[in-house]
């Protein structure tokens, strides 16, 4: 079975932290690169960062040092804890294997908003 749930998003002021987390199928999760990815409303989905089966991280330049990536491999559950959080993080949050090119047909999760208020 092939599934990711996200949560954990709400309205938030600028300057404060939310974590979110992605519950997902072992057949997703089990020893792959996992990610977080957004969407704004207007713009393509972005990847936020990833981290690897032994934790291993990566983070884009624009949420480095303010979010963290982390995972629980015996739950198969992703998190994403982000701090200092800006207007411009407003977005719809998913969870993914991390992959450099998507298809259409390929599967996500319904995603988690988060929106950061001036």
């Known amino acids: 079975q092939v599934q990711l749930v996200e949560s954990g998003g709400g309205l938030v002021q600028a300057g404060g932290s939310l974590r979110l987390s992605c519950a997902a199928s072992s057949l997703i999760f089990s020893n792959n690169v996992m990610a977080w990815y957004r969407q704004a409303p207007g713009k393509q989905r972005e990847l936020v960062g990833f981290i690897n089966s032994r934790g291993g991280d990566y983070y884009q330049d624009y949420v480095k040092g303010r979010f963290t990536i982390s995972r629980d491999n015996a739950k198969n559950t992703l998190y994403l804890q982000m701090n200092k959080l800006k207007p411009e993080d407003t977005a719809v949050y998913y969870c993914?294997?991390?992959?450099?090119?998507?298809?259409?047909?390929?599967?996500w999760g319904q995603g988690t908003q988060v929106t950061v208020s001036p």
């Open positions: 993914n294997q991390y992959r450099i090119a998507w298809r259409p047909t390929d599967y």
